[in-house]
């Protein structure tokens, strides 16, 4: 022990072992100068656990993933004691129940939880553990993206007339092609000699072609395929349920439609100075104009040899035509 240097006080300095919260017991025996003792006790030092687990290395992959496709959320979990719950908290997009589950240890310090999901969009999560002395601490907040990869259309060898069956716009690095039950990506299916690189769009005000790295829904697009290939798209979001196709331009335009379905022209509307008119009226001289506000023909292509233009009655997802406004107006559809 050490005298204090004042008053008569002697002291000393316990240190608790890390690791342990086990109590221990203590005497003090006192001598004077001819020998004499007295000593007191035992008298016990309770230890106790203040430090909250120590969580690091907090990590989902593969992040992004695709839908119901597998993310796995680790962490890294210490303490100086023990550790006794560790558990995700997890919350998404919309429709999405949250979670608050419990982690598995898998060996080490490292604790995981693999999960699918099925819905589209960012997902939010944490961290939460408890030691066995009743300390908890919470790790920052951290992301991981689900998206979707939707099948576009069937290529076929030769030019290829398409539009986006969702919508969402996209780019040409958001493209995929399957060829021969291989994934390709738009820059290696263009070094690999499956596609044409450039993309087609047509410009509705300048009524010319040019080219483009973007994919809007509603419109439509030229694609070159060297062989019979699977167009698809990738990293896509949820998509609103609209009645909105395009904004028409007079003259020519081309567009497809945003959805994944199959509908008849005539269940088209043309909303021109915000009414709406169903095809009869809008292709007739049943409107304010005293005469039609489009051509009731639409001029889709035929893919297959021989290829060329055909009279459409329908529109199919993944394809497009040519459509003829004499004023500038909105297509829509029926929902």
Not at 94 to 120: C, D, K, R
Not at 151 to 163: C, E, Q, V, Y
Request: glycine share 8%; hydrophobic share 35%; charged share 10%.
């Amino acid at each position: 022990m050490t005298w204090n240097g004042g008053a008569s006080r002697w002291e000393y300095l316990y240190t608790a072992p890390s690791g342990s919260t086990a109590s221990h017991g203590y005497t003090v025996t006192v001598y004077d100068a001819a020998a004499n003792s007295k000593t007191n006790g035992p008298y016990t030092i309770t230890v106790f656990d203040n430090d909250a687990p120590l969580i690091t290395n907090v990590m989902a992959t593969p992040s992004p993933q695709v839908t119901n496709g597998h993310v796995n959320i680790t962490a890294t979990v210490t303490d100086n004691i023990n550790i006794q719950t560790v558990k995700a908290r997890i919350t998404g997009p919309a429709g999405f129940i949250p979670l608050n589950v419990s982690m598995t240890l898998n060996g080490g310090n490292t604790y995981s939880y693999n999960q699918t999901y099925s819905l589209t969009g960012v997902y939010n999560y944490s961290i939460w553990v408890k030691d066995s002395s009743n300390n908890g601490a919470t790790s920052a907040i951290y992301q991981f993206t689900i998206y979707a990869e939707i099948h576009i259309t069937t290529l076929l060898s030769g030019w290829n007339f398409l539009s986006l069956p969702f919508n969402q716009t996209i780019t040409k690095t958001d493209l995929l092609i399957l060829h021969g039950g291989n994934e390709h990506t738009w820059s290696e299916a263009v070094s690999q000699g499956l596609v044409l690189a450039s993309i087609f769009d047509w410009n509705r005000s300048g009524q010319a072609y040019l080219l483009t790295n973007s994919l809007t829904p509603g419109r439509g697009y030229w694609v070159y395929a060297f062989y019979e290939c699977e167009l698809w798209a990738t990293g896509l979001n949820p998509s609103s349920n609209t009645n909105y196709i395009t904004s028409l331009l007079f003259r020519w335009n081309v567009i497809g439609l945003p959805v994944n379905q199959t509908i008849n022209k005539t269940t088209l509307r043309i909303n021109y100075l915000g009414v709406d008119y169903n095809w009869t009226q809008a292709t007739t001289n049943q409107n304010p104009t005293g005469g039609p506000l489009i051509v009731s023909d639409l001029f889709g292509w035929k893919r297959t040899p021989p290829q060329g233009y055909i009279i459409s009655t329908t529109l199919e997802a993944g394809y497009c035509y040519w459509m003829y406004a004499y004023y500038s107006c909105i297509l829509k559809r029926q929902l």
